[in-house]
């Protein structure tokens, strides 16, 4: 282990990079959960990485705007259909979630089959990079994600089903570039299940603590031992989602008791 690469200057835009994704992966996840489409992000991101990897099958690699345009209309597509099948086929839904998922990964896997890179490409799809994420690079993000939560927070009621998906679709686009799928994954529902057992603006205020912590400890040790820092990420947010979990239930079951017992 070094400490030379844990600097601000390496490990900053990443730690960035994860806040963003956070700033709406943690509501947007409370959402699915209590809806119990627990998949749809899976689907979305890997149908999203299904786009970028079509454009990179087209020649389309060097233009980043056909690449964003090919990305967000694959996961637009795919929202629009779940939204139109869980309106006709409520009870369906989730098979069909995860049949969209088996698809766009073997999809992915189709196309990228004559690519000689295409195994590491897939891998960091899956996993991040966001290591190598620059400040630059989280310049459009950062304007995407504050007109998202702008619409999200003002209007969460009004926007309906239909305005929920098409939400859900350019936050999971714009982060799976970034963060890969595993770790999309994992910011949605991690935080979410974590702080079940609260509501309102406690919950959120967690979930975005725990969400925090762990990118933060997941990028730190991920510098320190020259690990895929996708993947230790995802296993901090696992570990501190389950402290956090278990001591909210300890203290909800305390409070509980205390007022049973004053009754």
């Known amino acids: 282990m070094t400490w030379e690469f844990v600097e601000w200057g390496i490990i900053g835009p990443a730690v960035i990079a994860g806040m963003l994704v956070l700033s709406t992966h943690v509501p947007l996840g409370q959402v699915v959960l209590k809806r119990g489409i627990i998949f749809i992000d899976l689907a979305i991101a890997q149908i999203a990485a299904l786009g970028v990897i079509g454009a990179g099958f087209f020649g389309w690699q060097e233009n980043p705007y056909m690449v964003q345009v090919a990305a967000v209309s694959a996961a637009l597509l795919a929202a629009a259909f779940l939204n139109w099948t869980e309106k006709h086929w409520p009870r369906s839904q989730e098979a069909l979630i995860g049949t969209l998922f088996i698809l766009a990964a073997t999809g992915s896997v189709l196309l990228l089959a004559e690519n000689p890179h295409g195994g590491d490409y897939l891998k960091d799809l899956l ?3 966001i290591l190598w994420t620059t400040w630059t690079s989280l310049i459009p993000m950062a304007i995407l994600y504050a007109v998202l939560l702008t619409i999200w927070f003002t209007n969460q009621k009004r926007i309906g089903r239909a ?3 098409v939400t859900f679709a350019f936050a999971i686009t714009a982060a799976v570039q970034v963060v890969g799928v595993y770790l999309v994954f994992a910011s949605l529902i991690l935080p979410a299940l974590a702080t079940r057992r609260l509501s309102g ?4 205020l967690a ?3 725990i969400g925090a912590s762990s990118y933060l400890l997941g990028i730190v040790l991920s510098a320190l031992s020259d690990l895929p820092t996708g993947a230790v990420t995802v296993w901090t947010l696992a570990l ?24």
């Open 127 to 129: 996993v991040g990079q």
């Open 163 to 165: 305005g929920f998906y």
């Open 207 to 209: 979930g975005y603590g």
């Open 240 to 263: 501190i989602s389950v402290l956090a979990g278990f001591t909210t239930g300890v203290l909800t079951n305390a409070s509980a008791n205390r007022v049973t017992n004053h009754r």
């Open 201 to 204: 603006r406690a919950r959120l």
